[in-house]
Nanobody, 125 residues
Framework: QLQLAESGGGLVQPGGSLRLSCAAS?????????IGWFRQASGNEREKVAY????????HYIDSVKGRFTISKDNAKNTVYLQMNNLKPEDTAVYYC?????????????????WGQGTQVTVSS
């Protein structure tokens, strides 16, 4: 059974960078699972951030992070990363990764997939 664990969050100043990791265990991501990064700021609903296909090099981003965030995967380490550059205070949130399906130009977490602990990202001076 696939399990995902997020890590890499922290406190960073505006304009700084962080790399989040989504380490998988119990199953192999490559060829089996698409992965999405999501985030939830305090008082807000969870929103999707980025997506990477488990079957190709296809990636997608929400508009507010395009050009700043990069999602990638290391098949040897069974890990998906989210490189976040030029961070802004509005990027402050708990970040989660989850398996996703892709349809109609968008990606979704299936209801049966549970959320992990997430990793806190705080952008503040």
């Amino acid at each position: 059974q696939l399990q995902l664990a997020e890590s890499g969050g922290g406190l960073v100043q505006p304009g700084g960078s962080l790399r989040l990791s989504c380490a998988a265990s119990g199953a192999t991501l490559d060829g089996n699972y698409n992965i999405g990064w999501f985030r939830q700021a305090s008082g807000n609903e969870r929103e999707k951030v980025a997506y990477i296909s488990g079957f190709s090099s296809m990636t997608h981003y929400i508009d507010s992070v395009k050009g700043r965030f990069t999602i990638s995967k290391d098949n040897a380490k069974n890990t998906v990363y989210l490189q976040m550059n030029n961070l802004k205070p509005e990027d402050t949130a708990v970040y989660y990764c989850a398996p996703c399906y892709y349809v109609g130009g968008d990606w979704y977490k299936p209801d049966f997939a549970s959320w992990g602990q997430g990793t806190q990202v705080t952008v503040s001076s």
